[in-house]
């Protein structure tokens, strides 16, 4: 081993540090009493707050089940503190403060970036499943929708062309009002072919849906304290423009026979679906459609807009053709231009987060700077005496620049660890602190999604050991400058 690699560890964890007979049970006693202390103190804090009871009711099945994963907080907590003392006993103090400061950071950015990066994979995934890949509008309502998606299914890459009309209905039960979308769903589609909404309902079955009968969102179920087999009523705007002619329609009365649950509020709380022959008796259409939703072989965007760009070129004609008899040009948008705004947003969020967060690694590299400055200043004869023995400065400076490196490569993989161990228990951690229907009103998700990506890895990681080894450029320039004789002379 090179020698300055061995006086950088040697000087980071000195060996022999406290060592006695009776250091190894007082660490041990230590551990057990501070750990055991913050656990007592945790769980007086969620029970007189009525958190357990609240986790109880969300996340477990069982009493036993709670006690048991709480049991294990316990063992995590011993874990973490036996690090803590076990690094105080075999590091000096400033040292050991760095590692942990460059832990915490590294846990922030790790926690922060794979939640922001599950939010943004859920979401894409979400707008997709809800909305399909493509979807294909006109100004007004497309006259011949069988026609366009017969030919939408020739184009290569298209897996499912569904026909959609859109709408807005009130929905009362019990005298609980609503007023969701409503939306057609192909009942005669063969099941490898239908909407992926309804292919596996929450409850129910979606053979059963007929002309007399409706599908309602999980969340909207919820709010209305409709269950399977109720009766709502369904009021559409067609009875206000028969009022005007002096026609009276009755609300129809459906039959409720499946929930779907898409795991995306926004949809669940605000969605129901009929059969399409249903739907335009509600609004009194002939055969037209508001839309036609394309489903792809493949998610991936790059193949998404070359399908658009075919879909497009394919319907050319058709355009030129509509222009002679009808107004209606029909345009293709794919998922991520539908849903711009809201992507965009998210973007920039995630953006800001880590910049910031990179803030917190940047005073950690600070607290490297002043660990090794002080290491420095107390070993300025030790570095005087390397410098007699034939040391040249730059394996002086050698040595402080690769302490750094050691406490950026501990204190990141340590937080790799602890960022792992947050993300895991995520869900259990935020629904102890915040009520879960704000969780759901705010971010849309029943649970907090999550995301590893390599990348973030790879970038956190790379930019935690640059910083920390630039951190101790600076006291290295300083003890290579150190003339031998002024150190030896050093009292």
């Given at each position: 081993m090179?020698w300055?690699v061995?006086?950088?560890?040697?000087h980071?964890?000195p060996?022999?540090?406290?060592?006695?007979?009776?250091?190894p049970r007082?660490?041990?006693?230590?551990?057990?009493?501070?750990?055991?202390?913050?656990?007592?103190v945790?769980?007086a804090?969620?029970?007189?707050?009525?958190?357990?009871?609240?986790?109880?009711a969300?996340n477990y099945?069982t009493?036993?089940?709670?006690?048991?994963?709480v049991?294990?907080v316990?063992?995590y907590?011993?874990?973490?503190?036996?690090?803590?003392?076990?690094?105080?006993?075999c590091?000096?103090?400033?040292n050991?403060?760095?590692?942990?400061?460059?832990?915490?950071?590294?846990?922030?950015l790790?926690?922060v970036q794979?939640?922001?990066?599950?939010?943004?994979?859920?979401y894409d995934?979400?707008?997709?499943?809800t909305?399909g890949n493509l979807?294909v509008?006109?100004?007004?309502?497309i006259?011949?929708?069988q026609?366009?998606?017969q030919?939408?299914?020739?184009?290569?890459?298209?897996?499912?062309?569904?026909?959609?009309?859109?709408?807005v209905?009130?929905?009362?039960?019990?005298?609980a009002?609503?007023?969701?979308?409503?939306?057609?769903?192909?009942?005669?589609?063969?099941p490898?072919?239908?909407n992926?909404m309804?292919?596996?309902?929450d409850?129910?079955?979606f053979d059963?849906?007929?002309d007399?009968s409706i599908?309602?969102?999980?969340?909207?179920?919820?709010?209305l304290g409709?269950?399977?087999?109720?009766?709502?009523?369904?009021?559409?705007?067609l009875?206000?423009?028969r009022?005007?002619?002096?026609?009276?329609?009755?609300?129809?009365?459906?039959q409720?026979?499946?929930?779907?649950?898409?795991n995306?509020?926004?949809?669940?709380?605000?969605?129901?679906g009929?059969?399409?022959?249903?739907m335009r008796?509600?609004y009194?259409f002939d055969d037209?459609?508001?839309?036609?939703?394309?489903?792809?072989d493949?998610?991936?965007?790059?193949?998404?807009?070359e399908?658009?760009?075919?879909i497009?070129?394919?319907?050319?004609?058709?355009?030129?053709?509509l222009?002679?008899?009808d107004p209606?040009?029909?345009?293709?948008?794919?998922?991520?231009?539908r849903?711009?705004?809201q992507?965009?947003?998210l973007?920039?969020?995630?953006s800001?987060?880590f910049?910031?967060?990179?803030?917190?690694?940047?005073?950690?590299a600070f607290?490297?700077?002043?660990s090794?400055?002080?290491?420095?200043?107390?070993?300025t004869?030790?570095?005087?005496?390397?410098g007699?023995?034939?040391a040249?400065?730059?394996?002086?400076?050698?040595i402080?620049?690769?302490?750094?490196?050691?406490?950026g490569?501990?204190g990141?993989?340590?937080?790799?660890?602890?960022?792992?161990?947050?993300?895991?228990?995520?869900?259990?951690?935020?629904t102890?602190?915040?009520?879960?229907?704000?969780?759901?009103?705010?971010y849309?998700?029943?649970?907090?999604?999550?995301?590893?990506q390599?990348?973030?890895?790879v970038?956190i990681?790379?930019?935690?050991?640059?910083?920390?080894t630039?951190?101790?450029?600076?006291?290295?320039?300083?003890?290579?400058?150190l003339?031998?004789?002024?150190?030896?002379?050093?009292?």
């Amino acid at each position: 081993m090179p020698w300055p690699v061995y006086l950088a560890m040697k000087h980071l964890f000195p060996t022999g540090r406290g060592a006695t007979r009776s250091a190894p049970r007082r660490a041990v006693g230590l551990t057990l009493a501070i750990a055991t202390v913050l656990f007592v103190v945790l769980v007086a804090f969620l029970w007189w707050h009525g958190v357990l009871w609240r986790m109880r009711a969300i996340n477990y099945d069982t009493t036993t089940s709670l006690v048991a994963h709480v049991a294990l907080v316990w063992v995590y907590l011993v874990i973490g503190v036996g690090f803590v003392v076990l690094l105080f006993r075999c590091t000096p103090f400033f040292n050991a403060m760095s590692i942990l400061g460059i832990t915490l950071g590294v846990t922030v950015l790790l926690t922060v970036q794979s939640v922001m990066n599950g939010f943004a994979y859920e979401y894409d995934s979400m707008f997709i499943k809800t909305q399909g890949n493509l979807i294909v509008r006109a100004d007004s309502l497309i006259k011949n929708p069988q026609e366009v998606a017969q030919a939408i299914r020739q184009v290569s890459g298209v897996k499912i062309v569904e026909p959609v009309v859109f709408g807005v209905v009130m929905l009362q039960h019990d005298n609980a009002p609503a007023f969701p979308q409503i939306r057609s769903f192909d009942i005669d589609a063969p099941p490898a072919l239908r909407n992926p909404m309804v292919k596996e309902l929450d409850s129910g079955k979606f053979d059963d849906l007929d002309d007399h009968s409706i599908l309602l969102g999980y969340g909207l179920a919820n709010q209305l304290g409709v269950h399977l087999g109720d009766h709502v009523l369904v009021y559409t705007p067609l009875m206000l423009d028969r009022l005007q002619k002096s026609e009276l329609l009755t609300p129809k009365d459906l039959q409720v026979v499946g929930i779907f649950k898409s795991n995306f509020a926004p949809y669940d709380n605000n969605t129901v679906g009929v059969t399409p022959r249903l739907m335009r008796e509600l609004y009194g259409f002939d055969d037209e459609a508001t839309a036609i939703e394309v489903r792809l072989d493949n998610d991936d965007l790059e193949h998404t807009f070359e399908v658009k760009t075919a879909i497009q070129k394919m319907l050319a004609p058709l355009n030129a053709r509509l222009a002679q008899g009808d107004p209606a040009h029909l345009t293709v948008e794919t998922w991520e231009e539908r849903n711009q705004d809201q992507l965009t947003i998210l973007y920039v969020e995630k953006s800001v987060m880590f910049y910031i967060m990179v803030v917190i690694v940047i005073v950690a590299a600070f607290c490297i700077l002043c660990s090794l400055a002080t290491s420095v200043v107390r070993k300025t004869r030790e570095i005087g005496v390397l410098g007699a023995m034939g040391a040249s400065p730059s394996g002086v400076a050698t040595i402080f620049c690769l302490q750094g490196l050691l406490i950026g490569i501990v204190g990141t993989f340590v937080g790799m660890g602890l960022a792992v161990f947050l993300l895991y228990y995520r869900q259990e951690i935020v629904t102890s602190v915040v009520d879960q229907r704000l969780i759901i009103e705010f971010y849309n998700f029943y649970a907090f999604p999550v995301q590893f990506q390599p990348w973030d890895f790879v970038k956190i990681t790379g930019f935690t050991f640059f910083i920390s080894t630039l951190a101790g450029i600076l006291p290295a320039i300083w003890a290579a400058r150190l003339k031998p004789a002024d150190c030896l002379r050093y009292e």
